[in-house]
């Protein structure tokens, strides 16, 4: 049984994760959550809370830094805020 996440994988991120408690291999894990890589606020993995590109940002920051995402980035936003109405 692994007890550290570090011996069976390598994570692109600083990220808060628990193993599975819905499955009866306790060598699977589910990735909760990480710090938004620029204000440091602690997010969801979910979409309707992050997004990961290279780092996790948060949604708040990626709406002010827009301009700074690649364009498919930008679109892949406006199609989840179509979603969500």
Do not use: H, W
């Not at 996440?5 to 193993?19: A, D, P």
């Amino acid at each position: 049984m692994i007890t550290d996440v570090s011996l069976c994988c390598s994570l692109l991120e600083e990220c808060y994760v628990m193993r599975d408690p819905f499955l009866p291999d306790k060598d699977k894990f589910l990735i909760l959550g990480s710090p938004c890589s620029l204000c440091g606020r602690v997010v969801c993995v979910g979409a309707d809370c992050s997004l990961f590109y290279s780092k996790r940002f948060c949604l708040p920051c990626v709406t002010k830094n827009i301009d700074s995402f690649p364009a498919e980035i930008q679109q892949d936003l406006d199609k989840r805020k179509a979603q969500a109405k």
